[in-house]
T-cell receptor, first 113, second 116 residues
Framework: GDSVTQMEGPVTLSEEACLTI???????????LFWYVQYPGEGLQLLLK?????DKGSNKGFEATYRKETTSFHLEKGSVQVSDSAVYFC????????????FGTGTQLKVEL | NAGVMQNPRHLVRRRGQEARLRCSPM?????VYWYRQLPEEGLKFMVY????????ESGMPKERFSAEFPKEGPSILRIQQVVRGDSAAYFC??????????????FGPGTRLLVL
């Protein structure tokens, strides 16, 4: 079945450091890939998505590229801020819409001054 | 355009009681999904519904849990005879039926259930 593997956290960085959170997946067919962010006590917010191979999703300085050959969708940001501290979830969804999302276990990011 | 709404935000129940969680999807969205997040874990799919139909309930526990999405009103996740292991955050998400955004699910703030 479908699965998502994320690097374990917590990840602790200093402000303005570079961020990479690894995500790899196993899926049949050609899923869409997503990154969601969860701030303490809140629901999940869509951060970015990519729907086909070689697509790059980007938002708020975060980027991720859909790599079919390595089945990966790593999240990157060149310079993190304290306000980026949150839990980040990688997820995959079925093609054609209307399908469940399969989530990774989440990676907690802490950014310090 | 209001987002996905869930209520209550926090719910406390004693073992053996019933819990009812409500979800109103975003305007124009006809697909609703329920997920459960146990402490320190990711989200696990429970059920996917369209109006008056359960499409996929492969993630629902076989007993005590049920879900509905009536023609009028919010979607309801119902847990009968709650046990301590049901304590978790329950998230609802919605997506549109068609269009370029149909694969994207938008999440509500969640209901945090605590069973004493």
């Amino acid at each position: 079945g479908d699965s998502v593997t994320q690097m374990e956290g917590p990840v602790t960085l200093s402000e303005e450091a570079c961020l990479t959170i690894n995500c790899t997946y196993t899926a049949t067919g050609y899923p869409s890939l997503f990154w969601y962010v969860q701030y303490p006590g809140e629901g999940l917010q869509l951060l970015l998505k990519a729907t086909k191979a070689d697509d790059k999703g980007s938002n708020k300085g975060f980027e991720a590229t859909y790599r079919k050959e390595t089945t990966s969708f790593h999240l990157e940001k060149g310079s993190v801020q304290v306000s980026d501290s949150a839990v980040y979830f990688c997820a995959l969804g079925g093609t054609g819409g209307g399908n469940k999302l399969t989530f990774g276990t989440g990676t907690q990011l802490k950014v310090e001054l | 355009n209001a987002g996905v709404m869930q209520n209550p935000r926090h719910l406390v129940r004693r073992r053996g009681q019933e819990a009812r969680l409500r979800c109103s999807p975003m305007k124009g969205h006809s697909h609703v999904y329920w997920y459960r997040q146990l402490p320190e874990e990711g989200l696990k799919f429970m059920v996917y519904l369209q109006k008056e139909n359960i499409i996929d309930e492969s993630g629902m526990p076989k007993e005590r849990f049920s879900a509905e999405f009536p023609k009028e009103g919010p979607s309801i996740l119902r847990i009968q005879q709650v046990v301590r292991g049901d304590s978790a955050a329950y998230f609802c998400a919605s997506s549109p039926y068609s269009g370029g955004d149909r694969e994207t699910q938008y999440f509500g703030p969640g209901t945090r259930l605590l069973v004493l």
